[in-house]
Every structure is written in structure tokens, then in C-alpha cells.
T-cell receptor
Framework: KAGVTQTPRYLIKTRGQQVTLSCSPISGHRSVSWYQQTPGQGLQFLFE???????NKGNFPGRFSGRQFSNSRSEMNVSTLELGDSALYLC????????????FGPGTRLTVL | DQQVKQNSPSLSVQEGRISILNCDYT??????FLWYKKYPAEGPTFLIS?????DKNEDGRFTVFLNKSAKHLSLHIVPSQPGDSAVYFC????????????FGKGTHLIIQP
């Protein structure tokens, strides 16, 4: 069974630009969550999508958004990038919702210059 | 305010001995707890979980203990092996996972030969 795929793995952008990251969950999984990992704040929940609908959102500004497609693939978008957005962005695949185990992808390392 | 705390940034243990990683939480609404292991350049890998209705869960070399009254959980690894060297994250869920996983900042476990 293929694992969680995230593309691209590495990305360099400059302040003010926008970026789109992609996540393909495990086949048959219907929910995708996104997390941001930084040295200072650790791993923080961004949002969760289930059946193409945003189910929950963490404490991040509106510059962070996402969507989920009918095949469960998900994208997250960050607009007007700031230096502090430099982080590892992790996607987690969940079979359904709730307390099902979250399987993480390798992450996308975003550097904002 | 950190709701999940791992107070030891690093821990060094001799191969073959027991590794004990600790985690404290403040939110009494958390009802499901998980441990993840992370190698550099990879996403977190699920290890073991425990529901708040239990006080112990065991899976091979890994055992998680939960003390609800103390709001404390611990992960025991016996015996410790070199491949266990990694960063270990404690995570918690509430409300059936509605707010995503809340992570601690991790403990870097180093297994010495």
C-alpha cells in the first residue's frame, strides 16, 4: 500500500509570493490534516479536510488555506509569504476521522527568503 | 500556553536498557494520546496510542502508561535498540479529534552502544 505523498519536497520562495503544496493520502483514506513544524513552535495543527470540506482549522491567519478534491488529494496554499512561514509542512492521512491513526507524509520544506 | 509538555529535550540511554520518555498535559478534555517517532527528513511515524479509559497499552517493546489524575503519560521502550534513536513526540486529541493533534515539542532519544 503506497504511503502519503507530498510534493514538492523542497521549495524556496521570497517574501510576498504565494505557494501551493500538495498531498496525496493513502488510498481509501478520506481525511487529510495539515501541520506546520518550526523549531520554536513545534508541530501545530493547520486544518483538516474530510470529504472535500474543511472540518476544522487551527489558529493560523487567513493567508493559510486549503482544499480537498474528490479523490481525497489535498492542497494547501499560503499567500503573501512571510519569513516566519519558513517551516516543514506535514500532511497526515486519516482513514476516516476522529481517533483513527494519522499517517504522516515526509513533508515539504519551505524556505522564505 | 503549551497544553502538551515534554520537559526533557534529550535523553541518552544505553543499548539494552529501558528508555522512559515522559509527557504532561494540562487540558482535561484530552481523551486520546499517541506517541510518534521522527527521523530527520521524514514525517512522524505512529508508534502507540492509549485511550483515556485505559491506564496501560502495550505493543511489543513499547508500553504507554497513562495517569489521568496526574495528567501524565510515559512511553517505555524495553530493551532499547540503536534504531530507536530518534525524536519522540507525545500528542493528544480531544472531542474525537476535532481540533487535530496537539503535539509536545519532542524528546531526542539517543541510544548509546
Amino acid at each position: 500500500k503506497a504511503g502519503v505523498t507530498q510534493t514538492p519536497r523542497y521549495l524556496i520562495k521570497t517574501r510576498g509570493q504565494q505557494v501551493t503544496l500538495s498531498c496525496s493520502p493513502i488510498s481509501g483514506h478520506r481525511s487529510v490534516s495539515w501541520y506546520q513544524q518550526t523549531p520554536g513552535q513545534g508541530l501545530q495543527f493547520l486544518f483538516e479536510y474530510f470529504s472535500e470540506t474543511q472540518r476544522n482549522k487551527g489558529n493560523f491567519p487567513g493567508r493559510f488555506s486549503g482544499r480537498q478534491f474528490s479523490n481525497s488529494r489535498s492542497e494547501m496554499n499560503v499567500s503573501t509569504l512571510e519569513l516566519g512561514d519558513s517551516a516543514l509542512y506535514l500532511c497526515a492521512s486519516i482513514r476516516d476521522r476522529g481517533t483513527d491513526t494519522q499517517y504522516f507524509g515526509p513533508g515539504t520544506r519551505l524556505t522564505v527568503l | 500556553d503549551q497544553q502538551v509538555k515534554q520537559n526533557s529535550p534529550s535523553l541518552s540511554v544505553q543499548e539494552g536498557r529501558i528508555s522512559i520518555l515522559n509527557c504532561d498535559y494540562t487540558n482535561s478534555m484530552f481523551d486520546y494520546f499517541l506517541w510518534y517517532k521522527k527521523y530527520p527528513a521524514e514525517g512522524p511515524t505512529f508508534l502507540i496510542s492509549i485511550s483515556s479509559i485505559k491506564d496501560k497499552n502495550e505493543d511489543g517493546r513499547f508500553t504507554v502508561f497513562l495517569n489521568k489524575s496526574a495528567k501524565h503519560l510515559s512511553l517505555h521502550i524495553v530493551p532499547s535498540q540503536p534504531g530507536d534513536s530518534a525524536v519522540y513526540f507525545c500528542a493528544a486529541l480531544s472531542g474525537g479529534g476535532a481540533d487535530g493533534l496537539t503535539f509536545g515539542k519532542g524528546t531526542h532519544l539517543i541510544i548509546q552502544p
